[in-house]
């Protein structure tokens, strides 16, 4: 038996799932405090998390993300983490469609 294939990929609904249980409550902190390494590393986790489910908006939406605290653009990166509920609610549009 090879290393991954025991492993199963999570479903639509179980990324969901972890979005909303793990993601949404770190957006929410890095959110409010603003300290521009904990965004970065959120961008980081979530761009991790990501790749290892085939979530190309959410690999875009990090990449912004990621280049705006490389740049230090506050006014980009308060829109892009303003719309990271929208994300949210994209991502479980498609869970509930499949």
């Keep these: 038996m090879t290393g991954s294939s025991h492993l ?5 609904e179980d990324i969901s799932q972890m979005m909303d249980s793990i993601y ?4 929410r902190v890095v959110s409010q405090t603003f300290i521009i390494n904990d965004i970065k ?3 980081i986790d979530m761009k991790s998390f990501a790749a290892e489910n085939s979530l190309d908006d959410v ?3 990090s ?3 990621l280049t705006s605290c490389a740049e ?5 990166i308060t829109d892009a983490l303003a719309a990271f509920p929208t994300l949210m609610q ?9």
């Design 63 to 65: 990449d912004m993300i």
């Design 59 to 61: 690999t875009a939406w």
């Design 24 to 27: 949404l409550p770190e957006w």
């Design 8 to 12: 199963q990929s999570p479903s639509r």
């Design 90 to 98: 994209d991502i479980s549009g498609r869970t509930e469609e499949l």
């Design 41 to 43: 590393q959120f961008a």
């Design 72 to 76: 230090f653009d506050i006014l980009q």
